[in-house]
T-cell receptor
Framework: EAGVAQSPRYKIIEKRQSVAFWCNPISGHATLYWYQQILGQGPKLLIQFQNNGVVDDSQLPKDRFSAERLKGVDSTLKIQPAKLEDSAVYLC????????????FGPGTRLTVT | AQKITQTQPGMFVQEKEAVTLDCTYDTSDPSYGLFWYKQPSSGEMIFLIYQGSYDQQNATEGRYSLNFQKARKSANLVISASQLGDSAMYFCAMREGLMNRDDKIIFGKGTRLHILP
């Protein structure tokens, strides 16, 4: 069974530029999560989807971050414009609906904003 | 207030010894779940073990066990017979509420474990 795929693995941009990350969850997983992990901290949930609907986006900085999950499968997270404090690893995870006990994580995208 | 506290930023343990990683949590919800995840240098978060607040027995998964002390709000991870491959960051996490298992999980800051040969 293929795991959660993310791309790119690394990205370096200048502040005020825009960037997009892509996530392909495990086949059949209805729930998809985007986390932000700043160096030295644990992951923080940015947004959670159930199929193509948003369940929780309370910690998403909506003035610059956006996310979508068209057709309830792949998802894209965008930052526009980026700030220095957005430098972090962005992790995507998925789980079967109702089985949020076990979330399967992708390898993450390491973003550096200069 | 921090929901999850991991007081050990780093630990060094000799190979084959047992190791305990500390975790305390704060919640007023009687229903909650506690998790431990491992994050090796590759970056992926790997689920290790889960304990529900109403579970009568401590959770165990192979070499991993969770020492759940509800009154003290403590959920320490015990790794028996440590191996070099156990070197990684370890995160304790909590989900408040049990009815909806898709509620968000809150992570602690982690403990970096180094296993010495």
């Amino acid at each position: 069974e293929a795991g959660v795929a993310q791309s790119p693995r690394y990205k370096i941009i200048e502040k005020r530029q825009s960037v997009a990350f892509w996530c392909n969850p495990i086949s059949g997983h209805a729930t998809l999560y985007w986390y932000q992990q700043i160096l030295g901290q644990g992951p923080k949930l940015l947004i959670q989807f159930q199929n193509n609907g948003v369940v929780d986006d309370s910690q998403l900085p909506k003035d610059r971050f956006s996310a979508e999950r068209l057709k309830g499968v792949d998802s894209t997270l965008k930052i526009q414009p980026a700030k220095l404090e957005d430098s972090a690893v962005y992790l995507c995870a998925s789980s079967l609906r109702g089985q949020g006990n076990e979330q399967y994580f992708g390898p993450g995208t390491r973003l550096t904003v200069t | 207030a921090q929901k999850i506290t991991q007081t050990q930023p780093g630990m060094f343990v000799q190979e084959k010894e047992a190791v305990t990683l500390d975790c305390t949590y704060d919640t007023s919800d009687p229903s909650y779940g506690l998790f431990w995840y491992k994050q090796p240098s590759s970056g992926e978060m790997i689920f290790l073990i889960y304990q529900g607040s109403y579970d009568q027995q401590n959770a165990t998964e192979g070499r991993y066990s969770l020492n759940f002390q509800k009154a003290r709000k403590s959920a320490n991870l015990v790794i028996s017979a440590s191996q070099l491959g156990d070197s990684a960051m370890y995160f304790c996490a909590m989900r408040e509420g049990l009815m909806n298992r898709d509620d968000k999980i809150i992570f602690g800051k982690g403990t970096r474990l180094h296993i010495l040969p």
